[in-house]
């Protein structure tokens, strides 16, 4: 690593690609399709900096997360000079905790077991479809959790007495209503929040106060959708208990 008179942290290509957890052939790549700035040349030996090292990370988590490469692309384009590392802190903020130290990969025996049914690949695969979790390297004996919380929590509802088929049939109907609560609050986040940050230049001295206050809303959004659902659960528990009242009821009259 060479040290200069800005005492700016640099890398070889090597080191870069270490860090950032990618091939050095993907970091040519990716620099000569543009997605990173051109390094510091000494001689034949090129140099990056922090910037370089970032981007690739962030075009790492994109790709990840399932983005195509031109999709990333695009986003790059439009990323300012600090962009990087500010999507990154967001990334950061926004991840969800695994649950706490169990292992993220079982033995489809012991997933059936979580859930005190027989094993059945046919349900795996519905999870699969839903991307709850997926076979590891091909090998139909073992799963790996993609959502840990989810798949627990699923089980622990099928061995109260659902039905599997019941449960994963609800995961798509939740899903799809929690995507549309999360969308609509980002959209009021980034419409008061983000874009006045980004209008305004991505003043660096306010992003420190930005990121603490989305930081803090993620769990007060949380609370608030899982309050309201409480709430609606309790009134639809009711319902259902006065229209099982009512077919009771019913039922005793005809018997006399």
Do not use: C
């Not at 910037?51 to 075009?59: G, V």
């Not at 997933?111 to 390297?137: C, H, N, T, Y």
């Not at 798949?151 to 798509?172: C, H, M, N, S, Y």
């Amino acid at each position: 690593m060479s040290t200069d008179t800005s005492a700016v942290e640099e890398f070889t290509v090597d080191e870069l690609a270490a860090r950032a957890q990618m091939t050095v052939r993907n970091v040519r790549a990716y620099a000569s399709r543009g997605l990173i700035a051109a390094p510091r040349l000494e001689g034949r030996t090129g140099y990056y900096t922090l910037e370089h090292l970032q981007r690739l990370q962030l075009i790492r988590q994109l790709i990840d997360r399932g983005y195509t490469l031109a999709a990333v692309e695009k986003a790059i384009a439009r990323t300012p000079k600090d962009g990087a590392r500010h999507a990154l802190d967001l990334m950061n903020i926004l991840e969800l905790p695994q649950d706490d130290g169990d292992a993220q990969v079982m033995s489809r025996d012991d997933l059936a077991a979580l859930a005190g049914v027989p094993r059945d690949d046919k349900l795996i695969d519905s999870m699969e479809q839903f991307g709850l979790v997926e076979w590891v390297d091909g090998n139909r004996d073992v799963v790996r959790l993609l959502e840990p919380v989810v798949v627990r929590t699923g089980a622990a509802a099928v061995a109260l007495g659902l039905a599997p088929e019941t449960v994963i049939g609800l995961f798509p109907i939740i899903q799809s209503r929690l995507r549309e609560i999360a969308d609509a609050f980002v959209n009021e986040v980034s419409a008061e929040i983000v874009r006045p940050f980004v209008e305004a230049g991505l003043p660096e001295d306010e992003w420190p106060h930005l990121l603490h206050t989305i930081e803090n809303l993620v769990p007060i959004a949380s609370q608030i959708t899982l309050g309201i659902f409480r709430g609606q659960f309790r009134e639809a528990i009711d319902t259902e208990i006065g229209e099982q009242l009512t077919v009771l009821s019913k039922k005793s009259s005809r018997q006399r």
